[in-house]
T-cell receptor, first 111, second 114 residues
């Protein structure tokens, strides 16, 4: 069901910004992009979501391209605790708004 | 406010037994979804309940069932347990069923079938 594409893994240095890309070329006009992360053996944690404008909260920033076919999650100052699997999800009307999780991106933050 | 609460956190059952897992959503949330997570299959959608009605169901056998009560609390049941049912079962709650609604997850119930 997942209609997003993410790189399987990426490394990031502690204290640096982590930029996580996601492609969602089939997204429809009124469907939102969501980001979740899952730290080992815990439930997924909501990070942020957006439609077409850039969004920022205390955890991260979400940059969505003008054509909405891709987005980037930015963790401004990565810490070791940000090591997790990050999921980019489109909550699609055709999928009855289910959160369909793909494989995600395994982000490893290194000291 | 309190988050999503799942009980129990850990469970060990024997093949052939049945099990019931519980999920208390965030206060005011009316949608509850269940997911199964295994190392091989990742996070897979089981079903969703909204206003005490099952609204959506994933590709799982009939041994997996659920229900939602008038206070939005939900239970899922697995009958005739198999070794392959060993997994982390996660519950997520949402205010409503729509594209612009965040879902919040509980910590899960770790089920081990022996």
């Amino acid at each position: 069901d997942a209609k997003t594409t993410q790189p399987p893994s990426m490394d990031c240095a502690e204290g640096r910004a982590a930029n996580l890309p996601c492609n969602h070329s089939t997204i429809s006009g009124n469907e939102y992009v969501y980001w979740y992360r899952q730290i080992h053996s815990q439930g997924p944690q909501y990070i942020i979501h957006g439609l077409k404008n850039n969004e920022t909260n205390e955890m991260a920033s979400l940059i969505i391209t003008e054509d909405r076919k891709s987005s980037t999650l930015i963790l401004p100052h990565a810490t070791l605790r940000d090591t997790a699997v990050y999921y980019c999800i489109v909550r699609e009307r055709s999928n009855d708004y289910k959160l369909s999780f793909g494989a995600g991106t395994t982000v490893t933050v290194r000291a | 406010k309190a988050g999503v609460t799942q009980t129990p956190r850990y469970l060990i059952k024997t093949r052939g037994q049945q099990v019931t897992l519980s999920c208390s959503p965030i206060s005011g949330h009316r949608s509850v979804s269940w997911y199964q997570q295994t190392p091989g299959q990742g996070l897979q959608f089981l079903f969703e309940y909204f206003s005490e009605t099952q609204r959506n169901k994933g590709n799982f056998p009939g041994r997996f069932s659920g229900r939602q009560f008038s206070n939005s609390r939900s239970e899922m049941n697995v009958s005739t347990l198999e070794l392959g049912d060993s997994a982390l079962y996660l519950c997520a709650s949402s205010l409503a069923r729509w594209t612009n609604t965040e879902a919040f997850f509980g910590q899960g119930t770790r089920l081990t079938v022996v």
